[in-house]
Every structure is written in C-alpha cells, then in structure tokens.
C-alpha cells in the first residue's frame, strides 16, 4: 500500500548507543513508512526497530570478495526502489551520513534528479568525538582530514604543521568487506610515507571512539617506527599530531596590520 509521500531523507546515529541521535532524526525514524539501515551496533539496529518496526538493514550487500563499490551502489538502488514505492523512507547510517559515506550521498542526489524530496541530516561523525576525547580544537593549526589509501595512492600534499586525520587505516588496500584483511602491509607503507615528514619517532595516536558512555574510547599513543606491529580495525581512525607551527609570515602580518 502506498500512501503518495514519495521524500527520503537520510540521517546519522553517531557513535554513542543511542545518544548521539538527534530529536529531528529520532522523529523522522518515527514517521517514515520505511527505515533502512547501515550501524553495526545491534543496541542501536535494536533501539531502531522499537522507534520504527519497518526496520531493515542494508549490511547483506556487503561481501567478501564483492568490491565495496559494488555494495554502495547496491544499496543505493534499494533505497531508491524503496522510496519510487511513494515511502517516506529514513535511511540511518552510524556516525554522519555524509561523511567518508557515499550511499547516502549518492541516494539523494539521485532522488532529487527524480523530482522526489531528499535530504540528509547532519550526525557526529569519529571526528566529532575525536575532538572531544583528544581534546583537540580544528581552529589551533587547522585541520586535514583524509580517507587513508586515498592519501598514499594520490600522494596527498599535506602541512605537517596542521592536525592530520587519516581515516580508515585500518583497511588501507581493502577493496571488499574482508573480516580477515592483514592491515600491516598498508600500516608499514603509511609508516614510512609519514616519517619522511615527521621523523621515525613521532607519535601518533590510534583512536576509537567508544559507544558506550561507561567504556573509555581506544586512545593509543605509538611511534611511527611501530604503527604496523599496532592494532589495527575497521574502527580506528589515527591522529597525527602537528610539529611545531611556522612563524607567521612578516610580510603578510605587516599588509594586515599597514592602514588602507
Ligand atoms: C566508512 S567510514 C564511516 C565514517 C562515519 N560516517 C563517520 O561519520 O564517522 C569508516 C571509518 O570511520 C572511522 N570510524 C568508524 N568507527 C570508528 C570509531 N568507533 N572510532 C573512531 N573512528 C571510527 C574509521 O576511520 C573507519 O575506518
């Protein structure tokens, strides 16, 4: 049965289960006809299906050996099969949907291509925790943000002196959903790429952040030299620290200051 209310709108449940949820994404799990999913945590797929019953997830399309891109674009058709049925469809993804996520993306731009409604809801993403628990301010030096095998295979130009985020470095090379993948060939490669800027013995920090408040987030400080003999997930998300800022330059401070 169709009810004529064609619209998608895809939201984040963050990281904390199920805090991190937003009053507006919470009511519009609510009031769809239809909520698909992406979120490994089975409290949060859980507290989903008592919010709305119509709950189902789209991790089935993953696979090992099936290439992720694969996945995406599979799930983004069922989202639009859903939504051509005249659904209010919620599509929920863990952390926030538009970040280092391209199904939902990719569902709205082509649902507006359509004519349908679509819009997506802001979520707290790794980074938003990352700040919080490491205690780091993106306004101090800045701050560059960067999918993990992406940064090594285009030789991403980056200031040493600015916060580094590298995400996904725990699947660098993965190109499906391989629960068995050897992360150490793609850690030792990042190693050595970041050392001939920071030196062997910077440290960085491996970070996950945590879903429950009453367990601490992974918070683990290690030398470039031993990042490939550390553990590495799906889940961690490393941080490298700035060196020391440049000073400001005189010219441009002595323009800013000169009257006009
Ligand atoms: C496909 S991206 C999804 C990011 C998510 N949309 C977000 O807003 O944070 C997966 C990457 O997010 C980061 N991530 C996922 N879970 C995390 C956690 N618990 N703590 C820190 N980073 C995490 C890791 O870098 C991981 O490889």
């Not at 399309?61 to 694969?70: D, I, L, N, P, W």
């Not at 659904?87 to 349908?116: D, K, M, W």
């Not at 952040?209 to 490393?238: E, G």
Request: aromatic content about 8%; charged content about 25%.
């Amino acid at each position: 049965m169709t009810n004529g209310r064609a619209e998608l709108i895809v939201v984040g449940t963050g990281y904390r289960a199920v805090g991190d949820l937003t009053l507006e994404a919470k009511a519009c799990l609510e009031q769809a006809d239809t909520v698909l999913c992406l979120v490994g945590d089975p409290m949060v797929i859980g507290y989903l299906e008592r919010l709305n019953p119509s709950v189902r997830t789209l991790a089935g399309f993953y696979a090992k050996g099936k290439h992720r891109s694969e996945s995406y674009e599979e799930m983004v058709q069922e989202i639009l099969s859903e939504v051509r049925r005249e659904r209010l469809v919620c599509c929920a993804f863990y952390g926030h949907p538009g970040v280092f996520a391209y199904p939902g993306h990719e569902a709205v731009r082509r649902a507006r291509l359509e004519g349908i409604p679509a819009r997506m809801l802001a979520g707290s993403s790794a980074e938003d925790w990352l700040f919080a628990d490491l205690g780091l301010d993106p306004g101090t030096c800045g701050c560059q943000s960067f999918e993990a095998s992406d940064f090594l295979l285009r030789r991403r130009v980056f200031d040493a002196t600015s916060l580094l985020v590298l995400w996904q470095v725990g699947v660098i090379g993965m190109t499906d959903r391989d629960p068995d993948f050897d992360a150490r060939v793609g850690a030792a490669l990042l190693a050595e790429r970041l050392a001939g800027a920071y030196g062997v013995d910077h440290e960085v920090v491996v970070y996950e952040a945590s879903p429950y408040p009453v367990t601490s987030p992974r918070i683990s400080p290690v030398p470039l030299a031993k990042l490939a003999d550390t553990q590495l997930t799906n889940k961690s998300t490393l941080v490298v620290p700035p060196l020391p800022a440049r000073p400001p330059d005189r010219e441009t401070a002595a323009r800013l200051c000169a009257p006009t």
